[in-house]
Structures are given as structure tokens and as C-alpha cells.
């Protein structure tokens, strides 16, 4: 079955410094997504991404954010600056479209760990 | 807005025993309803979803779940279940214009020989 890849599987990172997180989402999928889970909190949605442009995004995707998808397989995640608040599990999912039947598939994430 | 509510963080249960794991949601608009689960280790997989129709589901792993709407509940359940249900499960919901998923905190179920 197709799935959704993630690297790394764990980043540790400098407060300060900027960071990207990958993602290669299912083939044929046309709409990217990019929640976290912050340690012993909710998942919560961050971004989603269609046809090389921001879809929808939460009040945490400020501008220390940023997505792009470099090419035709790639979904970037970049956050500058980083805080140790931004400490998380970072999920990557893909679906075939928007479709109300349509699932959103997950990676395995990235945790990611600010020092 | 939606926000969902998972009333139990943990469920300790013996192998073979039944087990609910309960779902509560909240939403103005139409929803439609997910659980996902998460074994150690890896990302969230799709259980079951409900999109429209009859408001019982079936899903992958021999887990069933029920929409009440006047409830608005959408409990997990599965009438036997294995020490590899040992897992992390998450109930999901999104409203009628977006994608956004809002998840619940989670349910540890935590299955004993």
C-alpha cells in the first residue's frame, strides 16, 4: 500500500536556527498537510497545501512558517527562527483530493526537538 | 469551529474483553466523523470514517463505530479485542468546507493478557 514518507525521523535543532522537514507525499495525491503534536497535547492541524498554494492554515502557521513543494514529489515544511516551544511531532498527510470522501493518509512524522 | 472531546485518556482491558472508547464532538455545521490509530512508533492510520448514510461503520481490524447524532457521540468499539490493539487512538472530525481534521486528546488503550 502507497504511503506517506517522512525525514528525518528525528531532528534536533539549535534554538534559533531554521529548520526543514520533508515530506513525500502518496503519488497520485493532490492536497498536503502538515499537523503537529506537541508532547502530551492534541494533534493539531497546522497547513494545508493545493496546487502550489496555501489552502487553509491554523492560527499557529504564522509567518515563523512556511510550506512549498520544491518539486513533483516533495512538501516542504521551513520554520525560521526556531523556539523550544516549537518542540513537536510533526505530521505529514496527503489526499486524493478534497472530496468529503476522501481520508487524509499520515507519515510516521518527524519529532523534532529544539535545544 | 468544531472541537472534540475524548472522555477517557486511558483504557486498561483484558485480551479478548470487549472495549468502548468514547468520542464526544461539538460542531455548528455538518460533520464528518474519523478514528485514527496510532501503534508506537509510527503515524496515525485510518480506521474507520463516517461520511453520510447508516450510522454504524465498520472498520479495518474488526473495529465498528456508531454516529449519534443527537448525542453527538461517535464511540469506538470492538467486541474482542488483542493484545496487538495495544495503541493510541485518536477521534477526528471535519466540518463541511475545509479539509482540517480537529482531533480529539487521545485514548490509550492498553490491552493486558
Known amino acids: 500500500e502507497p504511503e506517506v514518507t517522512q525525514t528525518p525521523s528525528h531532528q534536533v535543532t539549535q534554538m534559533g536556527q531554521e529548520v526543514i522537514l520533508r515530506c513525500v507525499p502518496i503519488s497520485n495525491h493532490l492536497y498536503f498537510y502538515w499537523y503537529r503534536q506537541i508532547l502530551g497535547q492534541k494533534v493539531e492541524f497546522l497547513v494545508s497545501f493545493y496546487n502550489n498554494e496555501i489552502s487553509e492554515k491554523s492560527e499557529i502557521f504564522d509567518d515563523q512558517f512556511s510550506v512549498e513543494r520544491p518539486d513533483g514529489s516533495n512538501f516542504t515544511l521551513k520554520i525560521r527562527s526556531t523556539k523550544l516551544e516549537d518542540s513537536a511531532m510533526y505530521f505529514c498527510?496527503?489526499?486524493?483530493?478534497?472530496?468529503?470522501?476522501?481520508?487524509?493518509?499520515f507519515g510516521d512524522g518527524t519529532r523534532l526537538s529544539i535545544l | 469551529a468544531q472541537s472534540v472531546t475524548q472522555l477517557d485518556s486511558q483504557v486498561p482491558v483484558f485480551e479478548e474483553a470487549p472495549v468502548e472508547l468514547r468520542c464526544n464532538y461539538s460542531s455548528s455545521v455538518s460533520v464528518y466523523l474519523f478514528w485514527y490509530v496510532q501503534y508506537p512508533n509510527q503515524g496515525l492510520q485510518l480506521l474507520l470514517k463516517?461520511?453520510?448514510?447508516?450510522?454504524l461503520v465498520k472498520g479495518i481490524n474488526g473495529f465498528e463505530a456508531e454516529f449519534n447524532k443527537s448525542q453527538t457521540s461517535f464511540h469506538l468499539r470492538k467486541p474482542s479485542v488483542h493484545i496487538s490493539d495495544t495503541a493510541e487512538y485518536f477521534c477526528?472530525?471535519?466540518?463541511?468546507?475545509?479539509?482540517?481534521?480537529?482531533f480529539g486528546g487521545g485514548t490509550r488503550l492498553m490491552v493486558k493478557p
Open positions: 477526528a472530525v471535519r466540518g463541511n468546507a475545509g479539509n482540517m481534521l480537529t
Open positions: 463516517y461520511l453520510s448514510g447508516s450510522t
Open positions: 498527510a496527503s489526499s486524493a483530493d478534497r472530496g468529503t470522501n476522501q481520508p487524509q493518509h
